[in-house]
């Protein structure tokens, strides 16, 4: 068992003992478990699993964020995190529809296109687990 904390900018959304964390990073999905090598790694949006150590599993959809393991304790700092069965899929849709059409504009800055492009991820990820738990 190791302690994990997942926080928002407004505060905890969860902390306890866990088996087991799976969760999407820039280099993939990855699973943690009791004394995993030293680790500091950004979060992308995708699904975050945790398997607490009573046998409960609760699953979140989350989006952009660092992931900071060190042997007993994991943080996971993200930007945002949704119960699967609460997540906005109107608002995602016109987020992803929005980004889809700014992404056609040939005259976007780098910063532009970055920051579309990270949204068209976010709502696709988003709407994926949606579905999924449909």
Do not use: C, W
């Not at 969760?23 to 699904?47: F, R, V, W, Y």
């Not at 945790?50 to 952009?64: Q, R």
């Not at 119960?83 to 849709?93: M, T």
């Not at 532009?112 to 709502?123: V, W």
């Amino acid at each position: 068992m190791y302690r994990l904390d997942v926080v928002t900018p407004t505060g905890s959304v969860f902390s306890g003992d866990v088996y087991q964390t799976v969760i999407t990073t820039a280099d993939g999905e990855i699973g943690i478990l009791e004394n995993h090598m030293l680790l500091l790694t950004n979060i992308t949006p995708g699904k975050l699993r945790i398997e607490k150590a009573d046998g409960e599993v609760k699953e979140f959809a989350v989006t952009y964020g660092v992931l900071d393991v060190r042997g007993d304790k994991v943080i996971a700092l993200v930007e945002e995190v949704f119960e699967l069965d609460k997540i906005n899929v109107e608002n995602e849709k016109k987020l992803l529809e929005e980004a889809n059409q700014k992404l056609q504009n040939e005259n976007l800055s780098e910063e532009e296109k970055e920051h579309y492009e990270k949204q068209r991820l976010r709502s696709q990820a988003l709407l994926d687990l949606a579905s999924a738990k449909v």
